[in-house]
């Protein structure tokens, strides 16, 4: 790439970094306004709990990624995969959380492939999916409004599973590259994607399957207990395996609206699901809130945290 040519998409990354920083920003505000600092002073123990929790849950889906990564022949060394699976959480609010692609910048100068970037994310996608609805399980009952959006969340994966495990992607990517009724400019990422599609088929043997599950089961439920340990403020008990699928329930239906970290969606269903269980609205829409600010926030605030530190790692090794 020309030298001119690369300083101007240079440039140009780094005003989408800023722009989406600015919005997720004022985004953060604007529900960080709506909590009452006397309720933050008064329940700080339960809030570092609930930081805690999400930690451990992404501690655990940064190894589940570097495990991924050292499957498809790309292992990176401990502390630079969990910086830059990190990274990824500074894009949260990205559409499908595509935006978490951006961790194929920071995994470059480890010869990491951006084909397998996309193939741990579309392996992740996949095993939370399946691992959300399972634990939202936990929150509907029998004529619950809100089962038919699980019934239609478990369709969809479970049709992903059927076309990703019955299409050719490696001769479709072949063909793709050579096409001439593609864009020439689309046929290379087009191409690219349907051989991330194979890359991600090989993260689906019966192990990696079960393991994969197992440790998104563990991690989401670990966040699920954090909003049960918030919802303890509230004068109505809500018992914690309904507390976790109440979270789940919520995460899964806004994951499924496309808006970007699910903004509105997941709070308005967390909210609603505990004022079925006889909770107050105001004392609902706190917890929903406080809640938001330990997972979705907290996680962007570590994924900018964690840019800062690879960029100065990339400055100090001439890389950036």
């Not at 589940?64 to 609010?93: C, E, K, M, T, V």
């Not at 006889?278 to 964690?306: I, Y």
């Amino acid at each position: 790439m020309p030298a001119a040519l690369s300083q101007r998409w240079g440039w140009l990354l780094q005003a989408l970094i800023l722009g989406v920083a600015i919005w997720s920003l004022s985004r953060m505000h604007a529900d960080a306004s709506q909590i009452p600092l006397t309720t933050v002073v008064q329940s700080w123990h339960l809030i570092l709990a609930a930081l805690a929790l999400s930690l451990g849950n992404y501690a655990i889906r940064a190894l589940r990624w570097r495990a991924y990564l050292a499957d498809l022949r790309d292992p990176l060394p401990l502390g630079i995969s969990a910086l830059a699976y990190l990274a990824g959480f500074a894009f949260a609010l990205s559409p499908g959380k595509v935006g978490e692609m951006a961790r194929a910048r920071y995994c470059a100068p480890f010869r990491v492939t951006v084909v397998n970037i996309a193939a741990t994310l579309v392996a992740e996608r996949f095993q939370d999916a399946v691992a959300m609805m399972l634990l939202a399980l936990l929150a509907l009952t029998a004529g619950s409004r809100y089962t038919p959006a699980v019934l239609g969340a478990g369709i969809l994966v479970a049709v992903a599973a059927v076309v990703l495990a019955l299409v050719p992607w490696e001769p479709l990517a072949d063909r793709l590259k050579s096409t001439k009724r593609l864009a020439a400019m689309l046929r290379t990422p087009v191409a690219a994607a349907a051989r991330s599609l194979a890359a991600a088929r090989a993260l689906f043997r019966p192990g990696m399957l079960v393991w994969g599950l197992v440790a998104g089961l563990i991690a989401w439920a670990m966040e699920g207990l954090g909003f049960a340990v918030l919802g303890s403020m509230l004068p109505v008990s809500v018992p914690v395996l309904a507390s976790i699928g109440i979270y789940s329930l919520a995460v899964l239906i806004g994951s499924m609206t496309f808006l970007p970290g699910g903004l509105g969606s997941t709070e308005a269903v967390m909210t609603a699901l505990l004022v079925e269980r006889g909770c107050a609205l105001s004392g609902a829409l706190l917890v929903t809130l406080l809640c938001r600010a330990a997972t979705l926030w907290f996680g962007m605030g570590l994924g900018w945290l964690a840019i800062v530190v690879l960029r100065r790692v990339a400055l100090s090794a001439g890389q950036d």
